[in-house]
Protein backbone atom coordinates (compact mmCIF):
# COMPACT_ATOMS: atom_id res chain seq x y z
CA UNK A 1 0.00 0.00 0.00
CA UNK A 2 1.70 3.32 -0.95
CA UNK A 3 -1.05 5.55 -0.31
CA UNK A 4 -1.95 8.34 1.80
CA UNK A 5 -5.97 8.04 2.21
CA UNK A 6 -7.88 11.34 3.54
CA UNK A 7 -11.58 11.43 4.72
CA UNK A 8 -13.89 12.87 3.95
CA UNK A 9 -12.99 14.52 0.45
CA UNK A 10 -15.19 17.45 1.25
CA UNK A 11 -16.39 18.84 4.55
CA UNK A 12 -18.72 22.18 5.16
CA UNK A 13 -19.19 22.40 8.53
CA UNK A 14 -20.77 25.85 10.51
CA UNK A 15 -18.68 28.18 12.43
CA UNK A 16 -19.98 26.33 15.63
CA UNK A 17 -19.17 22.60 14.57
CA UNK A 18 -16.56 20.74 15.99
CA UNK A 19 -15.23 18.34 12.88
CA UNK A 20 -12.24 15.78 12.84
CA UNK A 21 -10.10 15.27 9.12
CA UNK A 22 -8.53 12.19 9.07
CA UNK A 23 -5.57 10.53 7.45
CA UNK A 24 -4.17 7.32 7.48
CA UNK A 25 -0.85 5.40 5.63
CA UNK A 26 0.39 1.90 6.06
CA UNK A 27 3.70 2.86 3.99
CA UNK A 28 5.63 2.34 8.08
CA UNK A 29 6.29 6.21 7.19
CA UNK A 30 7.62 7.70 10.97
CA UNK A 31 6.76 11.45 9.62
CA UNK A 32 3.41 12.69 9.10
CA UNK A 33 2.36 16.26 7.92
CA UNK A 34 -0.84 18.13 7.59
CA UNK A 35 -0.83 21.21 4.82
CA UNK A 36 -3.38 23.93 4.05
CA UNK A 37 -3.49 25.56 0.44
CA UNK A 38 -5.38 28.14 -0.60
CA UNK A 39 -6.70 28.57 -4.31
CA UNK A 40 -3.55 29.52 -6.00
CA UNK A 41 -1.39 29.45 -3.59
CA UNK A 42 1.08 26.72 -2.72
CA UNK A 43 0.53 24.28 0.26
CA UNK A 44 1.36 25.92 3.51
CA UNK A 45 2.87 23.87 6.21
CA UNK A 46 0.92 23.50 9.67
CA UNK A 47 2.79 20.81 11.86
CA UNK A 48 4.54 18.07 11.40
CA UNK A 49 4.81 14.67 13.61
CA UNK A 50 7.74 12.58 14.02
CA UNK A 51 7.38 9.21 15.55
CA UNK A 52 3.76 10.30 16.40
CA UNK A 53 5.10 13.28 18.53
CA UNK A 54 4.08 17.07 17.55
CA UNK A 55 7.85 18.45 16.39
CA UNK A 56 6.32 21.27 14.28
CA UNK A 57 3.43 23.75 14.80
CA UNK A 58 3.89 26.01 12.47
CA UNK A 59 2.02 28.92 14.89
CA UNK A 60 -1.45 27.21 13.86
CA UNK A 61 -4.47 29.04 15.54
CA UNK A 62 -5.86 27.17 19.03
CA UNK A 63 -8.76 26.17 16.51
CA UNK A 64 -7.30 23.86 14.59
CA UNK A 65 -5.81 20.38 16.74
CA UNK A 66 -3.70 17.75 15.75
CA UNK A 67 -3.36 14.48 17.12
CA UNK A 68 -1.31 11.35 16.36
CA UNK A 69 -3.00 8.14 17.79
CA UNK A 70 -0.71 5.92 16.30
CA UNK A 71 2.19 5.96 13.61
CA UNK A 72 -0.24 5.75 11.06
CA UNK A 73 -3.11 7.62 11.67
CA UNK A 74 -3.06 11.31 11.98
CA UNK A 75 -6.19 13.68 12.94
CA UNK A 76 -6.88 17.18 12.80
CA UNK A 77 -9.45 18.25 15.23
CA UNK A 78 -11.84 21.41 14.29
CA UNK A 79 -13.79 23.61 15.96
CA UNK A 80 -15.06 27.12 15.72
CA UNK A 81 -13.52 27.64 12.16
CA UNK A 82 -13.66 31.24 10.33
CA UNK A 83 -14.94 31.52 6.54
CA UNK A 84 -11.36 32.22 5.96
CA UNK A 85 -10.25 28.45 7.15
CA UNK A 86 -11.95 27.22 4.11
CA UNK A 87 -9.22 25.60 2.19
CA UNK A 88 -7.72 22.05 0.40
CA UNK A 89 -6.01 20.28 3.50
CA UNK A 90 -3.51 18.28 2.80
CA UNK A 91 -2.12 15.53 4.59
CA UNK A 92 1.81 13.75 3.70
CA UNK A 93 3.79 11.46 5.48
CA UNK A 94 7.36 10.77 4.36
CA UNK A 95 9.78 7.59 6.03
CA UNK A 96 11.38 10.44 8.07
CA UNK A 97 11.39 13.78 8.69
CA UNK A 98 15.04 15.07 8.68
CA UNK A 99 16.65 13.07 5.83
CA UNK A 100 15.46 13.86 3.04
CA UNK A 101 14.38 10.94 1.76
CA UNK A 102 14.37 10.77 -2.15
CA UNK A 103 10.69 9.17 -2.37
CA UNK A 104 10.27 12.92 -1.20
CA UNK A 105 6.09 13.05 0.66
CA UNK A 106 3.53 11.21 -0.32
CA UNK A 107 0.46 13.48 -0.03
CA UNK A 108 -3.07 12.19 -0.11
CA UNK A 109 -6.02 13.71 -1.90
CA UNK A 110 -6.70 16.35 0.92
CA UNK A 111 -10.05 17.74 2.15
CA UNK A 112 -11.85 20.57 0.37
CA UNK A 113 -13.49 22.33 3.53
CA UNK A 114 -16.00 24.99 3.19
CA UNK A 115 -17.13 26.54 6.39
CA UNK A 116 -20.09 28.53 6.22
CA UNK B 1 6.41 31.37 4.95
CA UNK B 2 7.81 30.79 1.56
CA UNK B 3 11.09 29.84 1.07
CA UNK B 4 10.63 29.67 -3.16
CA UNK B 5 9.24 31.63 -5.88
CA UNK B 6 8.87 30.00 -9.52
CA UNK B 7 9.03 31.36 -12.73
CA UNK B 8 7.17 31.88 -15.09
CA UNK B 9 3.74 31.63 -13.10
CA UNK B 10 1.82 30.19 -16.07
CA UNK B 11 2.93 28.46 -19.26
CA UNK B 12 0.97 27.38 -21.88
CA UNK B 13 2.67 25.18 -25.18
CA UNK B 14 2.18 22.57 -27.68
CA UNK B 15 2.08 18.80 -26.61
CA UNK B 16 5.70 17.84 -28.01
CA UNK B 17 7.47 20.90 -27.02
CA UNK B 18 9.63 21.48 -23.98
CA UNK B 19 8.75 22.99 -21.02
CA UNK B 20 10.93 24.72 -18.47
CA UNK B 21 10.36 25.97 -14.96
CA UNK B 22 12.71 27.67 -12.60
CA UNK B 23 12.95 28.13 -8.52
CA UNK B 24 14.28 30.58 -7.26
CA UNK B 25 14.91 29.96 -3.09
CA UNK B 26 16.17 32.58 -0.26
CA UNK B 27 18.50 29.97 2.46
CA UNK B 28 21.14 27.30 2.28
CA UNK B 29 19.01 24.12 1.63
CA UNK B 30 19.82 20.74 2.19
CA UNK B 31 18.06 19.20 -0.81
CA UNK B 32 15.57 20.41 -3.52
CA UNK B 33 11.94 18.48 -4.69
CA UNK B 34 9.54 19.27 -7.71
CA UNK B 35 6.13 18.33 -7.38
CA UNK B 36 3.11 18.10 -9.59
CA UNK B 37 -0.46 18.43 -8.42
CA UNK B 38 -3.39 18.17 -10.66
CA UNK B 39 -6.67 20.69 -10.29
CA UNK B 40 -7.82 20.61 -6.80
CA UNK B 41 -5.74 16.93 -6.08
CA UNK B 42 -3.26 16.21 -3.94
CA UNK B 43 1.16 16.72 -5.21
CA UNK B 44 2.92 14.19 -6.35
CA UNK B 45 6.39 13.59 -5.94
CA UNK B 46 9.11 14.02 -8.98
CA UNK B 47 12.39 14.29 -8.19
CA UNK B 48 14.54 15.43 -5.46
CA UNK B 49 18.00 16.69 -6.01
CA UNK B 50 20.46 17.16 -3.04
CA UNK B 51 22.71 20.21 -2.50
CA UNK B 52 26.12 18.75 -3.24
CA UNK B 53 24.33 17.60 -7.00
CA UNK B 54 24.13 19.37 -9.86
CA UNK B 55 21.91 17.35 -12.58
CA UNK B 56 19.64 14.99 -11.84
CA UNK B 57 17.32 12.87 -14.41
CA UNK B 58 14.36 10.91 -14.31
CA UNK B 59 12.52 9.93 -17.37
CA UNK B 60 11.49 12.95 -19.20
CA UNK B 61 12.37 15.10 -16.51
CA UNK B 62 15.60 17.26 -15.68
CA UNK B 63 16.47 19.01 -13.06
CA UNK B 64 19.33 21.13 -12.17
CA UNK B 65 20.61 23.40 -8.89
CA UNK B 66 22.74 26.06 -9.00
CA UNK B 67 23.41 26.45 -4.90
CA UNK B 68 25.44 29.26 -5.57
CA UNK B 69 23.02 31.19 -7.46
CA UNK B 70 20.02 29.58 -5.17
CA UNK B 71 18.18 28.50 -8.38
CA UNK B 72 16.97 25.34 -9.85
CA UNK B 73 15.01 24.31 -13.50
CA UNK B 74 12.89 21.55 -13.99
CA UNK B 75 12.63 20.98 -17.52
CA UNK B 76 10.19 18.69 -19.00
CA UNK B 77 10.99 17.26 -22.54
CA UNK B 78 8.05 15.61 -25.01
CA UNK B 79 5.84 17.44 -23.42
CA UNK B 80 1.71 15.70 -23.32
CA UNK B 81 -1.18 16.63 -22.29
CA UNK B 82 -1.58 14.63 -19.31
CA UNK B 83 1.41 17.05 -18.31
CA UNK B 84 -1.00 19.97 -17.94
CA UNK B 85 -0.75 20.42 -13.61
CA UNK B 86 0.94 22.68 -11.20
CA UNK B 87 4.55 22.36 -10.89
CA UNK B 88 5.93 23.59 -7.23
CA UNK B 89 9.16 23.63 -5.85
CA UNK B 90 10.04 22.63 -2.25
CA UNK B 91 13.11 23.33 -0.11
CA UNK B 92 14.41 21.70 3.15
CA UNK B 93 16.27 24.56 4.69
CA UNK B 94 19.81 23.61 6.01
CA UNK B 95 18.67 24.45 9.44
CA UNK B 96 19.21 21.04 11.10
CA UNK B 97 16.47 19.45 12.62
CA UNK B 98 13.39 18.39 11.33
CA UNK B 99 12.79 18.81 8.11
CA UNK B 100 10.51 21.73 7.47
CA UNK B 101 10.02 21.27 3.84
CA UNK B 102 8.20 24.91 2.46
CA UNK B 103 6.95 25.52 -1.42
CA UNK B 104 7.33 27.83 -3.84
CA UNK B 105 4.88 29.40 -5.52
CA UNK B 106 4.23 27.32 -8.55
CA UNK B 107 4.17 27.46 -12.32
CA UNK B 108 1.03 26.20 -13.66
CA UNK B 109 1.47 24.00 -17.24
CA UNK B 110 -1.17 24.06 -19.86
CA UNK B 111 0.05 21.38 -22.54
CA UNK B 112 -1.94 21.91 -25.66
CA UNK B 113 -3.27 19.07 -27.67
Keep these: DTEVTQTPKHLVMGMTNKKSLKCEQHMGHRAMYWYKQKAKKPPELMFVYSYEKLS ?20 LHLHALQPEDSALYLCASSQESWTGDVRGYTFGSGTRLTVV | SQQGEEDPQALSIQEGENATMNCSYKTSINNLQWYRQNSGRGLVHLILIRS ?16 SKKSSSLLITASRAADTASYFCATDPNSG ?3 KVTFGTGTKLQVIP
Design chain 1, 56 to 75: INESVPSRFSPECPNSSLLN
Design chain 2, 97 to 99: GYQ
Design chain 2, 52 to 67: NEREKHSGRLRVTLDT
